[in-house]
């Protein structure tokens, strides 16, 4: 068989990558746990569960494989664990960035306005 004819020669979307966010957790769940769930699609290379306040709940799953993660992302959306359906997507970290860059822009127009007495009229 010809290795270019393979389901890995397909060209994939640029948002997929290999870091997968996984959302809507059981908070109970275990690194362990999530070994079982998500090692059945490939090697992965780290597992992050959120255990702040604030990141509860999710985690961060990087395979060492970007089809394996694609894989994965595709069979576990929607996955019930422990009467929660997961919600599985594919890092992006731009999307971040750009979230925190657009709170900080905030941030220095409200100083501004502050230290030059502009309103917001």
């Known amino acids: 068989m010809n290795p270019q004819t393979g389901p890995r020669s397909a060209r994939l979307p640029p948002e997929v990558n290999r870091a997968l966010l996984v959302r809507n957790l059981p908070f109970k769940i275990t690194a362990?746990?999530?070994?079982d769930v998500f090692g059945?699609?490939?090697a992965i290379r780290?597992?992050?569960v959120g255990n702040a306040a604030d990141t509860r709940g999710t985690a961060f799953v990087v395979y060492d494989?970007?089809?394996?993660a694609k894989n994965a992302c595709e069979h576990l959306q929607g996955f019930n664990i422990l009467g929660r359906y997961l919600i599985v997507l594919y890092y992006q970290q731009n999307?971040?960035?750009k979230k925190?860059?657009?709170q900080k822009k905030e941030e220095e127009l409200k100083e501004?306005?502050?230290r030059y007495g502009v309103g917001d009229d």
């Open 112 to 114: 501004l306005k502050n």
């Open 32 to 35: 362990e746990e999530m070994y």
């Open 40 to 42: 059945k699609y490939g």
């Open 100 to 102: 925190m860059n657009l």
């Open 46 to 48: 780290q597992i992050r």
């Open 65 to 68: 494989d970007i089809y394996d």
């Open 95 to 97: 999307k971040v960035t």
